[in-house]
């Protein structure tokens, strides 16, 4: 199964943007790039997800690698909310598309 | 609508009793997924329902876990003989389908299950 790696921390100033970055260097040609984050004491929620092209959405954008070996969640502008594990995810392509999760990385946004 | 539900949200249990553990995905989800996650680490895959089928079972850690979904909708996480490694938070995840730009899944809140 493709992995994929992230920094166990970050930190951003609120109001400031946040780049998240992601290594998947095993990504096959079929394999999506989701992104989740998990706000503590709940399950994770989507945030954003891509195959090639860079994608933007109301929550934040992905800007994918050309030859797709990494990409990075882009949050425009923090708030003390963003504050969560994000994690950067690739779908097994058995026939169940489970997501194997990493252990993400840990934003903390500073006031 | 209605998101995904779990219940109970907490569970303590003692050592060797058996718990079960409920997700009801979002209405007209045809997929359903359940997760582990221990204390500070990821998700940890265990079972995936497709209708009332279960095509993959790989994560299940031992034959005490068992699962079922009835009526392509509510799922039961059971398990047998509860240790105190088994104490997590099981979340149950429902999408669409499975594949494809359909495959968002929608979390639950969690079952968090704490084994004395």
């Known amino acids: 199964d493709a992995k994929t790696t992230q920094p166990n921390s970050m930190e951003s100033n609120e109001e400031e943007p946040v780049h998240l970055p992601c290594n998947h260097s095993t990504i096959s040609g079929t394999d999506y790039i989701h992104w989740y984050r998990q706000l503590p004491s709940q399950g994770p929620e989507y945030v954003i997800h891509?195959?090639?092209s860079n994608v933007n959405n109301r929550m934040a954008s992905l800007a994918i690698a050309e030859d797709r070996k990494s990409s990075t969640l882009i949050l425009h502008r923090a708030t003390l909310r963003d504050a969560a594990v994000y994690y950067c995810i690739l779908r097994d392509k058995t026939g169940t598309y489970k997501y194997i999760f990493g252990t993400g990385t840990r934003l903390k946004v500073l006031a | 609508g209605a998101g995904v539900s779990q219940s109970p949200s907490n569970k303590v249990t003692e050592k060797g009793k058996d718990v079960e553990l409920r997700c009801d995905p979002i209405s007209g989800h045809t997929a359903l997924y359940w997760y582990r996650q221990r204390l500070g680490q990821g998700l940890e895959f265990l079972i995936y329902?497709?209708?009332?089928?279960?095509?993959?079972k790989s994560g299940l850690p031992s034959d005490r876990f068992s699962a079922e979904r009835t009526g392509e909708s509510v799922s039961t996480l059971t398990i047998q003989r509860t240790q105190q490694e088994d104490s997590a938070v099981y979340l149950c995840?429902?999408?669409?389908?499975?594949?494809?730009?359909?495959?968002?899944?929608?979390f639950g809140p969690g079952t968090r299950l704490t084994v004395l």
């Open positions: 995840a429902s999408s669409l389908a499975a594949g494809g730009w359909m495959d968002t899944q929608y």
């Open positions: 891509g195959l090639t």
């Open positions: 329902f497709q209708g009332n089928s279960a095509p993959d």
